[in-house]
Nanobody, 118 residues
């Protein structure tokens, strides 16, 4: 059974930090690129950051560059998003996603709420 289980969201003041985790099971984690997306209230789902299957390549949305860091530990089947210098506009539900372009498989986590107060 494929699962992506997220944790680490919550309420934080502007300027604070949070770390999100996404634990994978049921598939070969190291064969999948991993991403974080977010959906702010009343908006569509936006890509936040992506990391390659071996962790050697990362990309970020302009809005989070220099503040967020995506990482993964393939030995633990876990991906992380370290969020620093949080702003109220970072308030959203955050989702992790696993993708294998060759197999055309895509899996999503359950989502976790991040709320940044001003």
């Amino acid at each position: 059974q494929v699962q992506l289980v997220q944790s680490g969201g919550g309420l934080v003041q502007s300027g604070g930090s949070l770390r999100l985790s996404c634990v994978a099971s049921g598939f070969t984690f190291s064969s999948y690129s991993m991403s974080w997306y977010r959906r702010a209230p009343g908006k569509g789902r936006d890509l936040v950051a992506v990391i390659s299957s071996d962790g050697g390549s990362t990309n970020y949305a302009d809005s989070v560059k220099g503040r967020f860091t995506i990482s993964r530990d393939n030995a633990k089947n876990t991906m992380y998003l370290q969020m620093n210098s949080l702003k109220p506009e970072d308030t959203a539900v955050y989702y992790c996603m696993a993708r294998n372009l060759v197999l055309r498989y895509e899996y999503w986590g359950q989502g976790t709420q991040v709320t940044v107060s001003s």
